[in-house]
């Protein structure tokens, strides 16, 4: 159970090229999805958080008109590098929280997609 | 700024050995922590979530939580090969509406045969 699938795993563009990433959540309902990005040999950092049906929430220096996010359904959010350049190259990862009942209010984990490396030429 | 800090390593075991893996955070409010494994070049993986303190055992590896010391650990018993990865332990902000999740920077492991 708690499948995440994020699509595409690799994308190789020009710069100034769009590029949308997809996260869905198979098997579960997911009211928060989260975007991070990893450089080489670096933790994850979250870009933003992705609640179903409304706008996001972006982290400080995380630009919202470069990096466009939509959560139109419980199960899938997009995240769309507009207008790439080569220092977005990075790993782009998105993670899903379900909508069970926490147990003793505590937070119920993240899963993650596998990832997707995005090369700006 | 809330911090999550590991040693990045790399810890360097023999295979059969016990891995020792440790975090502390800076929130002492946070009641929820998780511990990820991620090979290179792939996303993480969750291998154990603990809410209390003392210890939590799952197969080969258990989790042990100290609030008062802001601490969390992860063992890993009878350490292989395909245990080599770097480990990155999570902890949930406190009084955050999103659940959101701070990770250390990540100890590699490295299980030599």
């Known amino acids: 159970g708690a499948v995440v699938s994020q699509h595409p795993s690799w994308v190789i563009c020009k710069s100034g090229t769009s590029v949308k990433i997809e996260c869905r959540s198979l098997?579960?309902?997911?009211?928060?999805m989260f975007w991070y990005r990893q450089f080489p040999k670096q933790s994850l950092m979250l870009m933003a958080t992705s609640n179903e049906g409304s706008k996001a929430t972006y982290e400080q220096g995380v630009e919202k008109d470069k990096f466009l996010i939509n959560h139109a359904s419980l199960t899938l959010s997009t995240l769309t590098v507009t207008s790439a350049h080569p220092e977005d190259s990075s790993f782009y990862i998105c993670?899903?929280?379900?909508?069970?009942?926490?147990?003793?209010?505590?937070?119920?984990?993240?899963?993650f997609g596998d990832g997707t490396r995005l090369s700006i030429l | 700024q809330k911090e999550v800090e590991q040693n990045s390593g790399p810890l360097s075991v023999p295979e059969g050995a016990i891995a020792s893996l440790n975090c502390t955070y800076s929130d002492r409010g946070s009641q929820s922590f998780f511990w990820y494994r991620q090979y290179s070049g792939k996303s993480p993986e969750l291998i154990m979530f603990?809410?209390?303190?003392g210890d939590k055992e799952d197969g080969r590896f258990t989790a042990q939580l100290n609030k008062a010391s802001q601490y969390v650990s992860l063992l890993i018993r009878d350490s292989q090969p395909s245990d080599s990865a770097t480990y990155l332990c999570a902890v949930k902000e406190a009084n955050t509406g999103f659940q959101k999740l701070v990770f250390g920077t990540g100890t590699r492991l490295l299980v030599s045969p």
């Open positions: 603990i809410y209390s303190n």
């Open positions: 993670s899903a929280r379900g909508t069970q009942l926490e147990i003793a209010g505590m937070n119920q984990p993240q899963h």
């Open positions: 098997d579960f309902q997911a009211t928060t």
